[in-house]
């Protein structure tokens, strides 16, 4: 059998029936909304939308995503607290269920926009917990959600509730649990100044890899601890939704790129690995702090003597690494690696540079997409 071209992201469906599966289980208050952002493959759209989950949208171009994907808007929020005026005015045609706002001049600008929209105001929580933090760039305290919460009230806008985000790759299940606390003390608050809130939103952060390293919290060890806040913390109301919005939770441990060694070198005291796939055309996240985690693929691999690698992606650009000193069996020109859990953030971040092309997605177990297939028989690698 021939092999498939490199570098190709295989992506297998019934990993993120899986975790879908999982969510629904593990959080039985909760619904998702996929993070589009996170890989805004048409099929896990379709897979999401499928089993009656909604969708969260980031921009124009992924609200016309969602909606060829068959999402209503009832189905859709956008949690990107800066939105340009068109995709305000876009949204209000498709009827989505609300958005967020985190200053003044958006409120101002979804009252212009957007009229007599659903809002939910980000709160600024502890990101300490994960390996790519959010905090920052978005979210505000208690005190200044209160005030947009009055202010969109007078602008005719409808404040329904809070949401947050713990940073991606969350590790710390208690930073979750300590987002919901402090969400409950403004909600209480706001209910006191007379609005009636009865959306809670999540966020995403839930981290990847726990299929292969048991350190990292499980889908159901969060859904317990978030179950429990929500009970402790939420002030209890009949028409309580609440929702996540899963990126690379839902999709990336169903990803695996497999790149080739394509140049090796002894520079110094480094030995160096060149491949074809590196931070600009799929693996851009190793830059911005995710360690790699890698195999070499093949039969004869593991009688191989274990070297320490610099392995660099294939442009001319020298910050073009995707790791250093990791540790692989001796690595031949045209050896195949695999980088896994990597379905999330890679190709939705690639660029050709160099001519270098993005990975090719390869699908598996697609019958996994439409919701009747029977996922207790399909094996998750
Ligand atoms: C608003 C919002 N929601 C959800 C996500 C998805 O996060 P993750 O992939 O960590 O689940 C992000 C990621 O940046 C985000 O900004």
Not at 227 to 232: D, F, M
């Amino acid at each position: 059998m021939q092999e498939a071209a490199t570098p190709s992201l295989v992506l297998d469906f019934a990993v993120i029936a899986e975790n879908y599966r999982q969510f629904e289980e593990h959080f039985p208050s909760g619904l998702v909304y996929y993070a589009v952002k996170a890989n805004s493959n048409p099929d896990i759209l379709r897979l999401v939308v499928n089993r009656g989950g909604g969708l969260e949208i980031a921009s124009l171009p992924e609200l016309d995503k969602a909606l060829e994907a068959g999402a209503d808007g009832e189905h859709i929020i956008c949690s990107n607290p800066i939105k340009s005026p068109m995709f305000l005015q876009r949204m209000q045609a498709a009827d989505v269920f609300a958005v967020v706002v985190d200053s003044t001049h958006e409120v101002e600008k979804v009252a212009q926009h957007m009229p007599g929209a659903g809002v939910y105001v980000r709160l600024a929580v502890d990101n300490s917990g994960a390996v790519m933090p959010l905090d920052g760039k978005f979210g505000v305290d208690a005190d200044l959600a209160l005030e947009l919460c009055d202010m969109a009230r007078e602008l005719g806008l409808n404040p329904i509730g809070l949401s947050f985000h713990v940073g991606s790759q969350c590790l710390s299940v208690a930073n979750f649990v300590k987002a919901i606390a402090a969400c409950g003390d403004a909600w209480k608050a706001a209910v006191a100044r007379g609005h009636h809130f009865y959306f809670l939103d999540i966020g995403g952060g839930f981290p990847a890899g726990h299929y292969h390293d048991h350190t990292i919290p499980t889908i159901g060890a969060i859904g317990a601890a978030v179950e429990r806040a929500l009970v402790e913390h939420i002030p209890t109301t009949p028409d309580l939704m609440m929702v996540m919005e899963p990126g690379r939770g839902l999709s990336g441990e169903a990803g695996r790129l497999v790149a080739s060694v394509t140049g090796l070198a002894r520079r110094g005291e480094n030995d160096w690995a060149y491949l074809d796939v590196g931070v600009f055309n799929g693996l851009m996240e190793t830059f911005e702090g995710f360690p790699p985690v890698i195999y070499v693929l093949g039969h004869d691999v593991a009688s191989r003597p274990v070297k320490a690698y610099t392995i660099a992606g294939p442009s001319c650009d020298s910050n073009d690494v995707v790791a250093r000193n990791y540790l692989l069996p001796e690595l031949r020109i045209n050896d195949r690696l695999a980088f896994i859990d990597v379905g999330a953030y890679t190709n939705e971040y690639a660029v050709p540079f160099n001519g270098f092309p993005i990975p090719e997605v390869i699908a598996l177990n697609t019958e996994c997409i439409e919701a009747e297939a029977d996922e207790s028989e399909l094996e998750v690698a």
